[in-house]
């Protein structure tokens, strides 16, 4: 298991205020002072940490079990530095999970389609239920990163499928299908998501707004070019469905020839707005998934990208070049009607 552990950096060292209350705490809680807070008549607080005796749990999912099944509040579980090597599922409305940072706060399994029996199930956190939040944490999935060809080898790092769900500085680890943004209304902000081959793939209304999207599909020779890798596989499948992802203000990086999207269902929509496109964006753009009469169906549009990877010279006639009016839709949280539920960031400890 040891290489599961390898990306983490430790903890700075500071003094440890809370496990002095507890007999069998060690020195090295790491714990903010007087913490966890109390319990308030609108949040009560969970908190974990690997090391016995820090906090009440040593795991995510044993402080996901404990939030009571029929309360209002909102529960925040607070997760210390560390790697959690744990599948979980979450069934429970308006939990936050806050870390401590995308790379010091990690819950990594590594499920593949093949030893979960199907992609979703392969899932290294599951989030079923409404109002979920999370800030400053990384989900993953460690299997292997897929051979060219290789059936099976689908590994989901989260699967989010609850309305109304935030992620802040999140970061999204894995290969092949790493978030699958499964269905309903979510926001991700600030986020860091790698893979290779339809890594953000499903059937929600998503914005993600300033994420970094890390390719890690294979490189090729240099001069070479072989498309090897796909961003999205949006899943819209009826002109009257309302999903699709929109992508603002983001950052494309890494390696291979990858597209920007790749047409799961006839209706697949994606739009990419301010974005930096680098030279390992195809210059096809898109690719219809073999359904030539996807070329008539799907929505991908882009509009106002940057960079050798943004020229829309050599995409595929069905990409659209969005003006101002067509893109103002896709531009800001109103498209995911963030004004009826999203909260603003708070950088406060536990918010
Ligand atoms: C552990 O749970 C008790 C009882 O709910 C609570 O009073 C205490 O603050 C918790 N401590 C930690 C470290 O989570
Ligand atoms: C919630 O309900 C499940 C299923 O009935 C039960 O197993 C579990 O103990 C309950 N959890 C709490 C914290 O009450
Ligand atoms: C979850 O939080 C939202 C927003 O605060 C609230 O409207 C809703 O009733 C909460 N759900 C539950 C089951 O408490
Ligand atoms: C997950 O990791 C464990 C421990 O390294 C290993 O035994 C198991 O085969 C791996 N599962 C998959 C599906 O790769
Ligand atoms: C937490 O996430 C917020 C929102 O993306 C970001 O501004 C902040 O720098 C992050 N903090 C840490 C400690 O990673
Ligand atoms: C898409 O539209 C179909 C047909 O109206 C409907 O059955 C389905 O629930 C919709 N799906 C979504 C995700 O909105
Ligand atoms: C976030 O994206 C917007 C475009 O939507 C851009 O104006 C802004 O500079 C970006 N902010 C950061 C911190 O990258
Ligand atoms: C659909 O688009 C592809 C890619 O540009 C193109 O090769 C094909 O001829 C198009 N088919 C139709 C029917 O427009």
Redesign the pocket.
Known sequence: MARLGSTVATAVVATCFFCRLLPSASAACHLPPSFPPAETSSTAFFCVDKTAGCCNYTTVQAAVDAVPNN????SVVWINSGVYVEKLTVTK??VTFRGQGLQSTVIVWNDTAKSAKSTGGSASVYIKA??FVAKNISFKNSAPAPKPGAQGAQAVALRIAGDKAAFWGCGFFGAQDTLFDNAQRHYFKECFIQGSVDFIFGDARSLYENCTLNSIAEELPEGQRSINGAITAQARQFRENNTGFSFVGCRIQGTGDILLGRAWQAYSRVVFAYTYMPAIVAPAGWDNWGDQSRNRTVFYGEHGCVGEGAKMAGRVAFARNLDDSQARPFLDASYIDADE?LKPFDDALVA
């Open positions: 309360t209002r509040k909102r409305p308006n409404d109002g539920w």
